[in-house]
């Protein structure tokens, strides 16, 4: 299905391919950027706070006790994320807490495409399983397998997906311990072991809920440095990919074409929302400035009222190196936390 989108001025083009996942954005022309969307294209929902794994560095803290987002608030968020005039968002991507612990995680999955929704998860893959595989044909855009050492990567479980067509992805969170390990996969040391995987997508590591330790990416690490040269001469056979907090280093340090590169979307292309229906622009945030809840707010409000203040200081937050030939096309470094500045030396 195609989903093509004008908002009230032509400064705002979308267009979205629910069977290929393929999406572009346009302002007046093709070349311009729009600033924002006049409605989200993208929500990030944690279905869950729930998960058994206990993941050292895992941002959200999640535990076995965790609490699960009901089918019936799940269904309230697809509502609230569906606008009279511009239609709901193109896609959602699940994350948690481990979504396949979660009790009606196919109800979610149904009730998300039968609102023309493209639904993607993360998940740790431990509960993965051959019936479970075959279960999710034709419910998802995408399953992506985190990991964090090479250790992680459940081969099989990815087998059992792809062999049920799905299209895998692979997350990895970058951080000083798994640097060496993601330096060998740009080197194509994993290119047999990862056959057959979409992509391979770098997440950086963000110092927040159980990820307390000083492991954060730092450009006075050689390894580090040696880790962005290779990009621009990477020897793997899948697409690679980065989140928004790299994409200073991207645009400031490698030759990777600006246009294929989106600034961070938060807040004015996606939005992120909670297990208890707390409304944000961004997963990450560690403060609760802009956080408003779905059952005291329409999305409507937050995104076009409540998220304004957001969108400024983000827009006030310019790169500090006049120097960069693409500082146009960056939002600088990341709002929240200073240690993910490293895309180069301050003088
Ligand atoms: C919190 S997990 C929840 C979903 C699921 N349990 C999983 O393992 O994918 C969502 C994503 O966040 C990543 N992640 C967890 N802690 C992180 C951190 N401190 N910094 C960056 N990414 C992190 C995980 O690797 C995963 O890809």
Known sequence: M???????????????????????RWGETMEANPLRA??????????????????????????DDGSFMTLKDYETV???????????????????????????????????????????????????????????????GAVALSIHTMSDYLAHKARLLMEAGIKVNVHFVLDKESLPEAIALLNG????????????????????????RNDCLSIS?????????????NECDMRIGFDACFVPVLLRRTTVDADYIDSCE??????????????????????????????????????????AGYRLMMLGNPCADKTCAN???????CYYYEQLSFCHRSA
């Open 2 to 24: 195609i989903i093509s989108k004008h908002a009230d001025s032509p400064a705002y083009n979308f267009y979205g391919n629910t069977d290929t996942g393929l999406t572009l």
């Open 266 to 307: 938060c807040g004015f292309f996606s939005v992120y929302i909670d297990e208890k229906m707390n409304v944000s622009p961004c997963s990450f945030a560690n403060d609760q400035r802009f956080r408003f809840n779905l059952r005291r707010y329409t999305l409507h409000e937050i995104w076009n009222e409540q998220f």
């Open 221 to 233: 690490d050689e390894r580090f440095n040696k880790f962005v040269h290779s990009i621009d001469h």
């Open 78 to 140: 697809l509502a609230a994320l569906t606008h009279p005039r511009y239609g709901s968002v193109f896609q959602v991507a699940l994350g948690g807490g481990e979504p396949l612990e979660h009790p009606r995680f196919y109800d979610l999955l149904q009730t998300t495409k039968d609102r023309g929704i493209v639904a993607n998860f993360t998940t740790n893959g431990e509960h993965m399983d051959r019936a479970l595989a075959n279960k999710l044909e034709g419910l998802v």
């Open 38 to 63: 006049p409605w989200p294209e993208l929500a990030d929902i944690s279905i869950s706070n729930h998960c058994t794994k206990g993941c050292a560095f895992c941002y959200r803290n999640s535990s």
């Open 189 to 212: 040391k994993y290119n047999e072991l990862l056959a057959g995987i979409n992509a391979v997508i770098f997440l950086t590591y963000k110092p927040k809920g159980r990820a307390v």
């Open 327 to 333: 500082a146009a096309h960056c939002r600088g470094k």
